[in-house]
């Protein structure tokens, strides 16, 4: 990722932004912006925009790329957030969950803290507050202390971003399912998860909103919607593609994305599949689990 210094530098129309930023600024001007998104909360601007995609330079490398990762970033973000007019849920209860011995230390809670939807994604509970900062600054406890910075930063909209580049085993990245690089096995196919905009609802709601009867029936014909009036704006061919997860089923372990990209202190930091407060796509986390590894020592 791009450090802080250099995303601090970007500005609409600097001739320093980064490369990405200049294509994301080719397709989408701060003009444009404002009218897709009327009702935004002012924290929501276009620079915080051009920020978090400075700090992601692996998204929108090319326009035909940018074009679809826009088209379809909205889109998600009209559901979670009606047009961006919601910084922050609505219901903000305190989410800290210590539903397993390794999540409770990894990622405590604050007192006094909640950790309720917060920024374009919506992003929520303790572990992914601390998950994404330790992205971000190296260590959890940042916004484990200070959650409120993914509302009133440009962090709004690196949470979503990060979420859309970071890979949940077994669910691979949106990010994978939109730019081709995740390659669906027999077993995905038979579960109907194929790349198209439909398994990226399944990635960030599936259990809610997908399936033949799900609790929330209204709201992946919305984000379906939303798609195509995006698509259609940035010039997005999405003739064939499956828009629906109606018919699919939840990421499993017999699907194709199943790597060892955790690791994990209980057996001395070795590489594994399932989930451990340290991912190993993110730098410096294999210097935390072996101090983790090291307290757990007799």
Known sequence: ??????????????VSNPANVKIVESLLSNKK???LFPRADPAYTYTNLLKAFAKFPALCTNQQICRKTLATMFAHFQQETDGLFYLNEINRNVYCSAWSDWVAAAYPCTSGKRYFGRGAKQLSWNYNYGAFSTAM????KVLLENPELVSNTWLNFASALWFFVTPQPPKPSMQAVLDGSWTPNSNDRQANRVQGFGTTTMIINGEKECGPSPPNQNASPNRQNYYRLYADMFKVDIRGEKLDCVDMKAFDG???FNPSIYWAPES???????????????????????RAAQKLSP
């Open 33 to 35: 912006f404002r009218e």
């Open 254 to 256: 017999s699907g194709s």
């Open 268 to 290: 001395g930091c070795s590489l594994v599949n399932w989930q451990t407060a340290y991912s190993a796509l993110t730098e410096g986390n294999y210097r935390n689990c072996k």
């Open 137 to 140: 600054f190296g260590e959890a």
């Open 1 to 14: 990722m791009t450090s802080d210094q250099e995303v601090d530098a970007v500005m609409p129309g600097s």
